[in-house]
Antibody
Framework: EVQLVESGGGLVQPGGSLRLSCAASGFTFSSYWMHWVRQVPGKGLVWVARIDSDGTDTTYADSVKGRFTISRDNAKNTVFLHMNSLRVDDTAVYYC??????????????WGQGTLVSVSS | QTVVTQEPSLTVSPGGTVTLTCASSTGAVSSGSYPNWFQQNPGQAPRSLIYNTDNKHSWTPARFSGSLLGGKAALTLSGVKPEDGAEYFCLLYYGGVWVFGGGTKLTVL
């Protein structure tokens, strides 16, 4: 059974840092790209970042570029989101999602349950 | 800044058919935008429904279908059931980055 379990969320002050983790199980983690998506409670989904299967290529939404870093440890089946210079508007539930990428296909399939990040003084 | 637009809300009767659309501010949506569609119920994580315009996951009910319609990505629900009332989001690819639509709240009434 495919499982994605996020952790690391919590309350942090503006300007602070946090590292989110997404532990994967039930599949060959190193074969899949991984994405982070966030959602302010009651609002829409916002794409944040993605990393390719071997961790050599990453892309980010403009709103987090230069502040957030996505990385992965394929030996530990875990993807991370390192968040620096946090702002109040980074407050959201953060989800990780598994993505299959082919020659002409991009398939989002499994999602974690999310972890809440609250940025407040 | 790229904007992806969905209908904010739609209402459909049980057993009816409804089409949700997903438009891009950059122009016509194509298969190269790899449209994905997701369903989300309150308090729950998103659930993937459709990928690459019109491909279903093994768990996607047959009444859901994806397509390109009039320059937009579209999600059609045929024979709607009460449990289909939820928020639906589309996601489009823009050369390395992805953008979600604002979501459509579907009410089954």
């Amino acid at each position: 059974e495919v499982q994605l379990v996020e952790s690391g969320g919590g309350l942090v002050q503006p300007g602070g840092s946090l590292r989110l983790s997404c532990a994967a199980s039930g599949f060959t983690f190193s074969s899949y790209w991984m994405h982070w998506v966030r959602q302010v409670p009651g609002k829409g989904l916002v794409w944040v970042a993605r990393i390719d299967s071997d961790g050599t290529d990453t892309t980010y939404a403009d709103s987090v570029k230069g502040r957030f870093t996505i990385s992965r440890d394929n030996a530990k089946n875990t993807v991370f989101l390192h968040m620096n210079s946090l702002r109040v508007d980074d407050t959201a539930v953060y989800y990780c999602a598994r993505v299959t990428v082919g020659a002409s296909a991009t398939e989002f399939d499994y999602w974690g349950q999310g972890t809440l990040v609250s940025v407040s003084s | 800044q790229t904007v992806v637009t969905q209908e904010p809300s739609l209402t459909v009767s049980p057993g009816g058919t409804v089409t949700l659309t997903c438009a891009s501010s950059t122009g016509a949506v194509s298969s190269g935008s790899y449209p994905n569609w997701f369903q989300q119920n309150p308090g729950q994580a998103p659930r993937s429904l459709i990928y690459n315009t019109d491909n279903k996951h093994s768990w996607t009910p047959a009444r859901f279908s994806g397509s390109l319609l009039g320059g937009k990505a579209a999600l059609t629900l045929s024979g709607v059931k009460p449990e289909d009332g939820a928020e639906y989001f589309c996601l489009l690819y823009y050369g390395g980055v992805w953008v979600f639509g604002g979501g459509t709240k579907l009410t089954v009434l």
